[in-house]
C-alpha cells in the first residue's frame, strides 16, 4: 500500500510512520517540520520511504505529494490547547482550513483510504458517571477541539462509494518517541518526579484517557486493513477503557515508579475537561486491543530518564 502521512514527522507520526514502513507499506511523510526531521532519521535513505517538506495551506504541493497513493492519515495540526491558543488564526488556518484541502486534494486524486486524527478532548465535560462514546454528545471547549470537531463533519460527510474516511478519537498519548513530547500528562508527570522530586496536580478529579504511541499506530494499521464497509465513515474512540484514570490517581501511579516523589495538589487550574470514554467500539469491529499499560508506559520514560537518554529534557523542543 502506498501511504501518504501528513505531518508524519510529529511525536505520534514519526513512530506511525516507522511502524506502516516497517509492516511494508511504501510511505511518504509530508510535514513542514516545525519541530525538525530529526525523528525520522531511521528512515530517511531508505528504500520505500520519501520525505517532503510541505505545508497543508500549499493546495499546489499537497496536489503534488497525493497523486498516486492509496491512502492518507491525517496528522498536521496544531496540536493542543496552548499551542492554538497562541496562535488562534493559524490554529484554524492549519487544523480546519488545512485539514479540508487535505480532504479535498485526496478526493480528487482518488485516494481509497483517509484516516483523520482527531481527539476525546472534543468530548469536553462529560458525566463522570458515565462513559462517552462515539454518539455522545462533542463539547469542544477550545480552539483545539472546535477545530477538530468542524473537520470531523467536513471529513465524515466526504464518505461514499468512492471514498473511505475515517475518524479517530485519540486518547491522550504516552510512550517514548524520536520526536519526545514532555507537555504530555504521563512524561510531564514523570519528568516532574524524576527532575524536581514533585509533581504539582491541578483538578485531580479530572478524568483522562491515555493511549500509548505504538496502540495508536496499530489502530491506524487495523483501519487501513479493515474492510471499506466496517470503517467508510466511521468514529472510533482510541484507547482502553482500562486507561481511563483520573489525575490525581496518575500522579500516585507516577509517585509509585519514581520513589522519593511528593504531589501537591491544587484544586481547579485552567483546564477543566474531564471525560471517561468508552472503548469498546474499536475493540468489537477492529478488534483492537492496546498492549501498553499507563503503568508500563511511565516505566519507559522514567528509565531513558534515568540514563540521561534527553540530555535537557527542559529544552522548548519537547514542548508545543
Ligand atoms: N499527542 C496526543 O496526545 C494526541 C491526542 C489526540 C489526538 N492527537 C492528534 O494526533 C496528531 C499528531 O499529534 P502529535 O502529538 O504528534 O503532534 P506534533 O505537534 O508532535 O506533530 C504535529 C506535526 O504536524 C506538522 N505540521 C503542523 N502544521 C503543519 C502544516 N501547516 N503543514 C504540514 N505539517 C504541519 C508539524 O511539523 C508536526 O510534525 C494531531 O492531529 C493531534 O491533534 C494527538
Known amino acids: 500500500m502506498k501511504t501518504l502521512i501528513v505531518g508524519g514527522a510529529g511525536y505520534v507520526g514519526s513512530v506511525l510512520s516507522e511502524s506502516l514502513w516497517r509492516q511494508g507499506h511504501d510511505v511518504t511523510v509530508f510535514d513542514l517540520l516545525m519541530f525538525g526531521d530529526r525523528s525520522l532519521r531511521a528512515l530517511v535513505g531508505q528504500p520505500r520511504f520519501r520525505l517532503v517538506r510541505g505545508d497543508i495551506r500549499d493546495g499546489r504541493a499537497l496536489e503534488e505529494v497525493i497523486a498516486g497513493h492509496d491512502a492518507v492519515c491525517l496528522l498536521a495540526a496544531i496540536v493542543g490547547e496552548p499551542a ?6 493559524t490554529a484554524v488556518e492549519t487544523n480546519l482550513e488545512g485539514a479540508l484541502k487535505v480532504l479535498e486534494a485526496s478526493q480528487r486524486a482518488a485516494v481509497d483510504r483517509f484516516v483523520f486524527s482527531s481527539t476525546c478532548s472534543n468530548y469536553g465535560i462529560s458525566d463522570a458517571n458515565l462513559l462517552a462514546t462515539e454518539e455522545s454528545p462533542l ?3 477550545s480552539v483545539y477541539s472546535r477545530t477538530k470537531v468542524e473537520a470531523e463533519k467536513a471529513i465524515l460527510a466526504a464518505a461514499d462509494e468512492r471514498f ?19 507537555d504530555l500528562l504521563v512524561s510531564d508527570f514523570t519528568l516532574a518526579a524524576h527532575r524536581d522530586r514533585k509533581v504539582v496536580i491541578y483538578g485531580e478529579q479530572f478524568w483522562r484517557p491515555f493511549v500509548h504511541i505504538r496502540d495508536m499506530a496499530d489502530a491506524v494499521q487495523l483501519v487501513l486493513d479493515a474492510p471499506g464497509e466496517t470503517v467508510r465513515g466511521e468514529v472510533f ?5 482500562d486507561a481511563n484514570v483520573q489525575k490525581g490517581e496518575l500522579g500516585r501511579m507516577v509517585q509509585n515508579e519514581v520513589a522519593g516523589a511528593e504531589l501537591e495538589f491544587i484544586p481547579g487550574g485552567t483546564d477543566p475537561r474531564s471525560y471517561r470514554v ?3 467500539k474499536a475493540a468489537a469491529r477492529l478488534g483492537f486491543r492496546p498492549q501498553w499499560t499507563v503503568r508500563r508506559g511511565i516505566q519507559e520514560v522514567y528509565e531513558l530518564l534515568q540514563k540521561n537518554h534527553w540530555p535537557d529534557p527542559g529544552d522548548k523542543c519537547y514542548y508545543n
Open 237 to 241: 474512540n482510541i484507547g482502553s477503557n
Open 139 to 141: 463539547n469542544p471547549l
Open 278 to 280: 468508552d472503548f469498546s
Open 164 to 182: 473511505c474516511p475515517t475518524v479517530l478519537r485519540l486518547s491522550t498519548a504516552f510512550g517514548v518517541s524520536p520526536r519526545m513530547r514532555f
Open 84 to 89: 492554538c491558543n497562541r496562535d488562534e488564526r
